[in-house]
């Protein structure tokens, strides 16, 4: 059973930066996507960043800029770098993987907690 564990939440000031790690219990490369979700408490789910398995990133517009997602294969291991952090921020963070097509299948991580404040 595919398992996802993530890594490296914590306090950040506004304006400060963390790396959030989600490592997979497979090969990452295995996946049609790799993405992350963050929950404000109070709040919905909401979609922030995705690397497909060739490569290609998106984001959401409010991390636009600031959030760059990206993969290590060999590790098999995703990654989110957290930039020029703000209070609205605060969330847990949760990875998840998408397998491919024709029977997709989706897994996710435990969640780390994130939070961003003076």
């Known amino acids: 059973q595919v398992q996802l564990v993530e890594s490296g939440g914590g306090l950040a000031q506004p304006g400060g930066s963390l790396r959030l790690s989600c490592a997979t219990s497979?090969?990452?490369?295995?996946?049609?996507?790799l993405r992350w979700y963050r929950q404000a408490p109070g709040k919905q789910r909401e979609w922030a960043a995705t690397?497909?398995?060739?490569?290609?990133?998106n984001y959401a517009d409010s991390v636009k800029g600031r959030f760059t997602i990206s993969r290590d294969n060999a590790k098999n291991t995703v990654y989110l770098q957290m930039d020029s952090l703000k209070p609205e921020d605060t969330a847990v963070y949760y990875c998840?993987?998408?397998?491919?097509?024709?029977?997709?299948?989706?897994?996710w991580g435990q969640g780390t907690q994130v939070t961003v404040s003076s």
């Open positions: 497979g090969r990452i490369s295995s996946f049609y996507s």
């Open positions: 690397v497909t398995s060739g490569g290609i990133t």
């Open positions: 998840n993987a998408l397998s491919p097509p024709p029977l997709p299948q989706q897994y």
